[in-house]
């Protein structure tokens, strides 16, 4: 039986069949890692708390969590805590790719998504889910009762990646039907226009929302091992084209470090978080991103 921490490494993870423990299992773990690391104080701000500063009651004081950690930590009043969430996920058929990975593009997606889910819930938050491919296919509004994490599961385990994308078409339409300031987190290949992609991001910034981008790749799109010759295939325009692998990895992985480069660039010009993630990648990275954006909200 794997330790909880065995649970944040995606060859580990695909061992459970069951989405729901699989997000359980991933968050348990990441708790129990941010013990022993420089992240502790999260664990301690995902239990409802948070540092005391000078002008807070003194008798607001957490003292079991004083003996605990050394450090002076009170209880959030329920306004303080209250994040919207909503998870986006990109439906395309080429999230379902994968090389050799036991997950692809769209299972690591659905796990990252289902244990944010659990843990906004777990805190009380509002966390809605949002899927696409050409157009909206799924939209449920977010809510915090115990009954969301269920109906989020239930949706995620039943979407399934097929068909052309629209990323930048779906994010606009996405910034005009959510009101309410919110968290949007995307999860997405992004193979689609760049241009486009920033311009849609750029209107969720400008509707007042804040928004953390997965741009998730499979291990070897990263990496490109690929040996010989090889028969690439576009899976959702389905055009194909066979080439020497060994002369094109250099210009390959040039032109993805530049597409990553560039995304990191112009979103953190416009406020937005981009979390370039891969297939073997441990789930905790995406799970940190999350909950420093949420530290810098309150």
Known sequence: MPNVEQYLKPEVIQTVARLDLRAKFIVEGFLSGLHASPYHGF????????????????????????????RYYIKKYQAETNLTGYLVLDLSESMAYTHRQQLSKF??????????????????DPVGLITF?????????????????????????????????????????????VKHRSLFMIFSDLLTDQKQ???????LRYAGHDVIVFHVLDEAEVYFPFQGMVDLKEPEAGDSMIVDAEGMKADYLEALNELRETYTEKLQAMGVDYVPLDTSMP?????IEYLSQRKARF
């Open 133 to 177: 491919g050409e157009q909206i296919k799924n939209y449920l509004p977010a809510r915090s009762k115990r009954g969301q994490l269920g109906n989020i599961l239930a949706m995620l385990a039943n979407s399934q990646p097929a068909g052309m994308t629209e990323v930048s078409k779906n994010i606009q339409q996405i910034a005009s039907m």
């Open 43 to 70: 664990s301690v701000e995902f239990s409802e708390h948070r540092r005391y500063t000078q002008g807070d009651d003194p008798r607001d004081i957490d003292w079991q969590v004083y003996a605990k950690t050394d």
């Open 283 to 287: 789930f905790d990275k995406a799970l």
């Open 107 to 124: 299972d690591y997606s659905i796990c990252l998504a289902a244990s944010l889910a659990y843990m906004m819930i777990h805190q009380q």
């Open 197 to 203: 992609v920033l311009d849609s991001l750029q209107r």
